[in-house]
């Protein structure tokens, strides 16, 4: 059976950050996010970020399909990142997986 220090749902911004952190102090750590789109969480995929380029294009009257080309650039771009961060970290393993309580504590 595997083991590890801590099991973290989700790579978002809370799960990616507390991820980091425990691994840079040398637990072993299990990064489990159940959409491989969603690496880096909400924020960067679908929420904050696609958002604000999508806002700041139409501003500058940049047409529609170019500014969701350029939205789409930018999220790969830092999905991609967001993915590197952890995953060139040798104490995180990286599960693309639903992750599931199977009673209280387990
Ligand atoms: C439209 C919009 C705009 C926003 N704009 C801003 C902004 O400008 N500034 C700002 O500070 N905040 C903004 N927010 C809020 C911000 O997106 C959230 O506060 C932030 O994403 C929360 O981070 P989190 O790590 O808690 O969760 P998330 O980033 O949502 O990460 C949760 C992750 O867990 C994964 N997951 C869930 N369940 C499971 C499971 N069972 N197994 C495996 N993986 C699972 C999900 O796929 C997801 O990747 C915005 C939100 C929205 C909706």
């Known amino acids: 059976m595997l083991t590890y220090d801590a099991l973290i749902i989700g790579f978002g911004k809370a799960g990616k950050t507390l991820a980091g ?4 102090e040398n637990w072993n750590v299990a990064m489990i996010e159940k959409d491989p789109n969603m690496y880096g969480g909400t924020c960067i995929n679908i929420a904050c970020i696609p958002t604000k380029v999508l806002v700041h294009d139409g501003l500058k009257g940049i047409p529609y399909t170019d500014a969701i080309e350029r939205k ?8 991609e990142k967001n993915y590197k961060s952890l995953a060139d970290n ?3 393993t990286i599960y693309n997986s639903e992750a599931r309580f199977i009673a209280n504590k387990e």
């Open 21 to 24: 952190r425990l691994a840079d």
């Open 72 to 79: 789409d650039r930018v999220v790969e771009k830092l999905r």
């Open 90 to 92: 040798e104490n995180v």
